[in-house]
Every structure is written in C-alpha cells, then in structure tokens.
C-alpha cells in the first residue's frame, strides 16, 4: 500500500450511496442485508443456525434439505471463507453448488452483470451468491432476475449480511444469549465496512448498542444515522466494552491520501494487549478476516485466548446454513 506520511488531506466524507435503500426484505428469497430485518426474523435465524452448528459438529452426513436446488457462486470480487464456506454449507445441505470464475469470464468481454446473472438463470440456478464491489448490485439483480434468489455476498460498502449473522451468532455465545446492556467496539475503517454496516443493523435491532471510532478520513458521512456512538479515540471505545471488533483497512476502496503511514495507524488505532486491557474481564476480540496482522491487529492478540476470529469463521458455515434453508424455501413456495 502506498501512503504519504504528511498529514491526509480533507476528502468529502465517505458514504454507501444510494444503494443502501435497497435492503428490503418482503420477499424472504433473498437477503439482501440485515438493515430493516424484525428482531423475530434475527432472532430465528440466530437459533436455527446454532442447530445448525451442533449437526455440523456432529460429523453427521451430508443432509438433503437443498436437494434439487442449483446455487451459483457468482463473487466477481475476491473473497477466501464467505465463498468457501457458503460452498461448504451449499454441499452439506445437498444442493449442487457451482463456482462461477468471474475473472476468466466473459464479463472482461463487456457483457454485463445482469446478462451474466440471466445465463445462470436460464441454465436452472436457483440461488445466486452474489459479492461486488458496486454497493447495490445484489439488490439489483434481485429486482431484475425473474425467479431466482439472491444472496449477498458483500456489495461493495453497503451490508454483507452473512457476515452479520456470523458476527450475531458468535457474541450470541459470548453474551450468553443476552444482547440488551451490551456494547460492541468496532474500530478502524468504518466508512469503506460493510462488515460494520451489517453489525450495527443486526445489533442494535437486538437491543445491544455499538460504539465506532478510527481515523476521521475513515469515518462514514452518515455515521450518527447508523444508530451507534462514535468515540474519540480507540481507548474511550474500548474502555469497559463487552466486545471489540477489528477491521481492515479497505485500500481497494480508497482512492488514497486518506491514512498516514501504517506503523502511524497501528500505533493510535491498532488493537493490541495494552487496549484490550480495558475491555470487560470476560470481553472478546473479533476480526471479519482477512487480518493484516500488525496493523489493525496486533499479532499475538489475533492469536491470544481473548480472540474469537476462527469461532467466526465456523459459525459462518452454520449461519450460511439458516440462509440457504431459508430462502430456498421461500423459493420453493413462490415457484
Ligand atoms: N472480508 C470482509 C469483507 O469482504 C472484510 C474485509 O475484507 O476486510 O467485507
Ligand atoms: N470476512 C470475509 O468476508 O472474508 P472473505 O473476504 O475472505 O470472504
């Protein structure tokens, strides 16, 4: 990454875009994001992907839930564990799960996203697994596509909601099932998170509240309208929180000039021993992954016995799971 270590210039503020509107959420075919989802709708997903995980660890066989159903990975963005595990969730549950290779695709011969998508449809996916750079791309595929299901992968700086689940189902654990009182710290580069974007929805319908804080370049526009608090500096964050939550900094997303040096950044807004100290005793530290060890987060603090990251990512399988269940029936019911 290249960065001037001169003081960043004042770029307009950082936001999602109009794309953020998109997050509906009549029709239960798609997930789009968790912004607007009942706490009902939560609160069952949450429980039906705990099942989930306890068949997933119980090395039980492949089950025959998804049989039948055709579901496309269609990630024209870079991604390790969403694809991975949303494919080893697709297989376990027996659907026939099939990967789309956006970058040996003939989308780099002009056709478009939505002439893509329509040839998946055409050739029987019934369920699109959809991760763009463009905020709103999965919404917008949703409203175009005639029969199939849509499920965002992470779109751009708006929701990735799966990873919200994720995030819910593991402090689920760490809370002992009790959301209200709670508070969440999620440090780092808000404006460009859609991580953050979906925890803040997914919390804050439970009752648990979210404080935000990083550098001011990498805090987004609307920031007050997401219903957290935004905290001055990382320590008044973390102090007495139930939970810490890490972000990378998302250079794909930037254009530059927004950070100083990333020793500079590791020092005022790195998580590290000394400031997760200041966490509640039985506190613990999260991570969406990938983690840029030593910036955002301090090594021995990903791998310490406070940190949750690899919990994270087996509850992605699960709550990608519930997910799939759920919109393959709604599928199922409209066809
Ligand atoms: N993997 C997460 C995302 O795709 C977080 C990150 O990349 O930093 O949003
Ligand atoms: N957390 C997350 O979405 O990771 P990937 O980008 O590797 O899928």
């Not at 009182?181 to 808000?190: N, S, T």
């Not at 790195?270 to 613990?284: S, T």
Request: proline share 4%; hydrophobic share 45%; charged share 20%.
């Amino acid at each position: 990454m290249t960065m001037s270590v001169s003081a960043p210039p004042a770029p307009a503020p950082v936001s999602a875009g109009p794309f953020h509107r998109y997050s509906v959420h009549s029709d239960a075919r798609h997930l789009l994001g968790l912004e607007g989802m009942t706490r009902d709708v939560l609160l069952a997903l949450l429980e039906d992907a705990a099942l989930e995980r306890e068949w997933l660890r119980s090395g039980a066989p492949n089950r025959a839930d998804l049989a039948g159903c055709s579901v496309m990975l269609a990630f024209v963005e870079d991604s390790t564990r969403t694809r991975m595990s949303f494919e080893v969730a697709a297989r376990r549950l027996g659907a026939n799960a099939l990967t789309f290779n956006a970058g040996a695709s003939s989308l780099n011969k002009g056709e478009t996203l939505l002439d893509t998508m329509r040839l998946f449809e055409a050739m029987g996916a019934q369920l699109l697994i959809v991760r763009h750079s463009m905020s709103g791309a999965p919404a917008y595929l949703a409203q175009h596509l005639r029969a199939t299901g849509v499920i965002n992968a992470g779109d751009g700086m708006h929701e990735h909601p799966t990873q919200g689940l994720l995030d819910l189902l593991t402090l689920r654990d760490a809370w002992h099932g009790e959301f209200e009182g709670r508070r969440l710290a999620i440090v780092g580069d808000i404006a460009h998170s859609r991580v953050a974007r979906s925890a803040i929805a997914g919390l804050t319908t439970l009752g648990a509240h979210v404080t935000v804080c990083g550098p001011g370049t990498l805090l987004p526009a609307d920031v007050e309208l997401l219903g957290c608090t935004v905290a001055p500096t990382v320590e008044d964050a973390m102090e007495g929180a139930d939970a810490v939550m890490a972000l990378r900094i998302q250079k794909e997303r930037m254009e530059g000039g927004l950070l100083p040096s990333l020793v500079e950044y590791a020092r005022e807004w790195g998580v590290n021993h000394e400031r997760v100290a200041l966490l509640k005793p039985d506190a613990v530290v999260m991570h969406p992954g990938p983690v840029n060890r030593g910036v955002e987060l301090q090594a021995a603090v990903a791998d310490s016995g406070r940190s949750v990251i690899l919990d994270q990512v087996a509850n992605g399988v699960a709550a990608r799971c519930a997910v799939l269940k759920r919109c393959w029936q709604a599928c199922r019911e409209a066809a």
